[in-house]
């Protein structure tokens, strides 16, 4: 099993940036993508952001496009997210997400993911 635990979200003014850091534990060896996905309230968690832990490529969504990366820390089991350029419609609960499985290619769909984080909340006001 693998867990995952999220730091670093906060209150920003818009433009302003922050860093999201997802540390993973336990089977950390059998992981193939890791992935930030977000929800805001009354809404449906958006992946935004995902990264193949072996070094092949990343992806985002439309809505993040250019201002957020991805990234692995030098260990492997820590995955950053950049976001720069803050928005107001970026408020919202920020997830790390992480799959063993590689039926897909570099995934945003929640459904293909099996370990999930607590979260960490970001505001970002106006």
């Known amino acids: 099993q693998v867990q995952l635990a999220e730091s670093g979200g906060g209150s920003v003014q818009a433009g302003g940036s922050l860093r999201l850091s997802c540390a993973a534990s336990g089977a950390t060896y059998s992981i193939k993508y890791m992935a930030w996905f977000r929800q805001a309230p009354g809404k449906e968690r958006e992946g935004v952001a995902v990264?193949?832990?072996?070094?092949?490529?990343?992806r985002y969504s439309d809505s993040v496009m250019g201002r957020f990366t991805i990234s692995q820390g030098d260990a492997k089991n820590t995955v950053y997210l950049q976001m720069n350029d803050l928005k107001p419609e970026d408020t919202a609960m920020y997830y790390c997400?992480?799959?063993?499985?590689?039926?897909?290619?570099?995934?945003?769909?929640?459904?293909?993911?099996?370990?999930w984080g607590q979260g960490t909340h970001v505001n970002v006001s106006s």
């Open positions: 997400a992480a799959t063993q499985h590689t039926g897909w290619l570099l995934p945003l769909q929640a459904t293909s993911y099996n370990s």
């Open positions: 990264i193949d832990t072996s070094g092949d490529g990343t």
